[in-house]
């Protein structure tokens, strides 16, 4: 149901945001995956995207597409002529794209994949295989090259299962791309930040704020390689050093917040130095020239997004605009 202002309300039958009874600690079984796909004035690829994620529905699952505040209605177009339920996010931004996604979700699991990825046709049966332990609320899958002769983005793929308790550090556990919730669990700490996410004040690293809240509510997380996405290689060099710099302001964000809410600045010494100005020596040193910049547009765009967001207002581990 979509309210006046382009938001989605509440189905019935499922708890509130705000709901932290039983419900949201011992789901029931699942009965299919609701597919949240987001896309943002790039209907040529949301075209190829959809005709994977359809090839991959059960009968039992669902279709959802977020026009993400398109200019124009190519995207809600496509959307609709693959069967797809259409909504619309009234501003841009992934994160907030996504909330209104998975609240209008019918479906107890909720899958994610971006409009630039194909999964494989087992995909909604591997998503939910993922959490047949209850005590599971999140799960990612591999995310590996698909078409294109870009620089190799976003990848994840191990093929080595993986779980991490709410106590345990799930850095590396995968992304965005290929990640799925309980929808209990989505709405036990109120979905994604809506500041984070491409297109939005930071663009980026919206997954790995989820994750950290779904952990500190209690919900262990999976990494179940048998799930496949391939991501489009489209980005040439210079459109994937700017995502690097993106990458690095929502990172930062992510990690000035973890600070803030008392879990110490490791993870903000970790996205400047590890992943930033020490890996880029290490690239430099192997001749490796465009990951030695691509490092340090990631350590910069850490620094950004992590004095950007050291004033903003929090509530409830979310930012407030």
């Known amino acids: 149901m979509e309210d006046p202002d382009g938001t989605v309300g509440q189905p019935p ?8 009874g039983p419900h949201a600690r ?17 209907a040529a690829f949301l075209r190829a995207a959809l005709a994977a994620v359809t090839a991959s529905l059960r009968p039992q699952d669902e279709l959802v597409v977020v026009d993400s505040a398109s200019t124009d209605t190519e995207v ?9 339920r259409v909504l619309r996010a009234a501003a841009p931004g992934l994160g907030r794209a996504r909330n209104v996604g998975w609240r209008a979700a019918s479906r107890p699991l909720v899958a994610f994949t971006d409009d630039d990825c194909a999964p494989n046709a087992d995909w909604t049966a591997q998503v939910e295989a993922a959490f047949a332990d209850d005590t ?16 190799p983005l976003s990848l994840a793929d191990s093929t080595v299962a993986r779980r991490v308790e709410p106590h345990e550090r799930a850095d590396g556990l995968g992304h965005g791309a290929n990640m799925s919730c309980r929808r209990a669990a989505l709405a036990d700490v109120d979905g994604f930040d ?16 989820l994750v950290l809240r779904l952990q500190r509510a209690g919900w262990a997380g999976v990494f179940r390689p048998e799930s496949i996405v391939a991501h489009h290689q489209w980005r040439d060099r210079l459109p994937a050093l700017r995502i690097m710099y993106r990458y690095g302001v929502g990172a930062g964000a992510v990690a000035a917040k973890s600070w803030r809410l008392g879990a110490g600045s490791g993870r903000l010494r970790a ?14 040193r192997a001749g490796y020239q465009f990951g030695a910049a691509a490092c340090v547009l990631r350590a910069v765009g850490s ?6 967001s050291r004033r903003l207002p929090l509530a409830a581990g979310r930012f407030q605009p």
């Not at 599971?136 to 620089?151: C, M």
């Open 76 to 84: 809600a177009v496509v959307a609709a002529q693959s069967g797809a």
């Open 271 to 284: 996205e400047v130095w590890d992943e930033g100005l020490r890996m880029s020596a290490r690239h430099l």
């Open 26 to 42: 011992h789901p029931t079984a699942s009965t299919g995956v609701t597919v949240v796909v987001c896309s943002r004035d790039r």
């Open 136 to 151: 599971v609320g999140y799960a990612f899958g591999q995310v590996v090259g698909g078409e294109g002769a870009g620089e």
């Open 194 to 209: 809506d500041e984070l996410g491409a297109g939005a004040r930071f663009p980026a690293a919206e997954d790995t704020d």
């Open 303 to 308: 620094t950004v997004g992590a004095l950007r």
């Open 13 to 20: 039958g499922f708890p509130r945001a705000d709901d932290h």
